[in-house]
DNA sequence: CGGTAGGGATAGGGTTCT
DNA sequence: TAGAACCCTATCCCTACC
């Protein structure tokens, strides 16, 4: 029964960090089918690349998947209340951008799923890091230099793995609006709708 | 990265199962419109809602939608599955369809009650924009054309615009991490603490 | 053009092998 | 016990079709 496990080679491990640095993370198919990786990876699936990342990532971070799972186990309140003065990890896309944005802003920003204390039930804690805390780290851990990574590199990362959050975001909030009535939608084109009334 | 999946609670799907009952299978904007379930499944499109009902339609008879589709193509079982729990395929793709409009589906569907708690507001919230939303405003309103304008150009609009805030946050939090420890700064440069993995 | 059905891709939990 | 590779499937996304 041997199942030839297929390691990872350092060339395809290459392929894959220049195919995310490309595609961005969570390209796997883009990434296989563009051929400045695909006949490096040829014999991986787009699951395996997505599999590797997540060992890649995993392992710079906390050494293993299973004490990621333990570190964030840890963060289990028993109290209802928060009391996190920074950004708190939500689990909705909106908070990616909600943290993004309102960061120093000082702003009550009110999602479309308001968190309800009692009834929601608990889903998976992120840890005591922000959403872009984790980019942070994902791209120091990635950007992997002999003498650490700079800031400009690091921005640059997370601005371009904010963009498929970003599309998903948007197109979310854009039937929102739309079903609210701030847009008017017609023939694939918004508008403002004549009821909006300005806030400022 | 984050949790990009939304996971269906049981209420959800116990308002899905009711939905279709009233409704059938198939009027899932119906289902969406209904107050009885809107409420609800608020945060769920109609494409959710097919989706949600291919899976529980799926698990019921099969053990996945591979083994459906494997069934379907042929009635011999594929290979080898370990995790088949079914060992005979006791039903057909029609079989289905029928116990979905027809019968229960072999669990208990809500009569015409509403779920017992009050999870969520009786009344959405109005007037209440996030930052995405009022990027949105802001886009169609200065994209202004005679007709509108496309999601695309709005997505392009919102990432541009999205630029500044990042830089802003992800400067923020550089900070924060090498003021907690996660982060060690050297020379303008970040690298993972050793501390990191341990640190909880 | 909106809604639906269906194929296919991804994320994340779980499992097996080393 | 841990780490790497691999499996399972709920959820999400894209497209054709009406």
């Known amino acids: 029964m041997g199942a030839p496990k297929q390691k990872w080679t350092p060339e395809e491990e290459l392929a894959l960090r220049a195919g995310v640095k490309k595609h961005g993370s969570g390209k796997w198919r883009t990434i296989l089918s563009d051929t400045e990786f695909g006949s490096v990876l040829k014999s991986r699936?787009?699951?395996?690349l997505k599999d590797k990342w997540?060992?890649?990532?995993?392992?710079?971070?906390?050494?293993?998947?299973?004490n990621l799972k333990a570190?964030?186990?840890?963060t289990l309140p028993s109290s209802s209340s928060?009391?996190?003065?920074?950004?708190?990890?939500n689990?909705?896309?909106?908070?990616?951008?909600a943290e993004a944005n309102g960061d120093d802003a000082g702003q009550?920003?009110?999602?479309?799923?308001?968190?309800s204390g009692s009834c929601d039930p608990p889903t998976a804690l992120q840890g005591s890091y922000t959403r872009v805390d984790n980019m942070i780290i994902e791209a120091v851990t990635n950007l992997d230099k002999p003498f650490g990574t700079d800031g400009k590199s690091i921005l640059r990362y997370t601005e371009e793995n904010l963009q498929p959050y970003m599309k998903r975001v948007v197109t979310s909030r854009l039937k929102h609006l739309t079903k609210a009535g701030t847009l008017v939608k017609i023939k694939h084109r918004y508008r403002i709708s004549p009821d909006y009334k300005s806030a400022g």
Request: without cysteine; positive net charge; proline residues 7%.
């Open 45 to 48: 699936s787009n699951v395996d």
């Open 54 to 66: 997540r060992n890649l990532l995993v392992t710079a971070s906390f050494g293993s998947r299973r």
């Open 71 to 74: 570190a964030q186990k840890k």
């Open 82 to 89: 928060k009391q996190n003065g920074d950004n708190d990890a």
């Open 91 to 97: 689990t909705t896309a909106m908070t990616v951008v």
């Open 108 to 115: 009550q920003i009110v999602p479309t799923s308001p968190p």
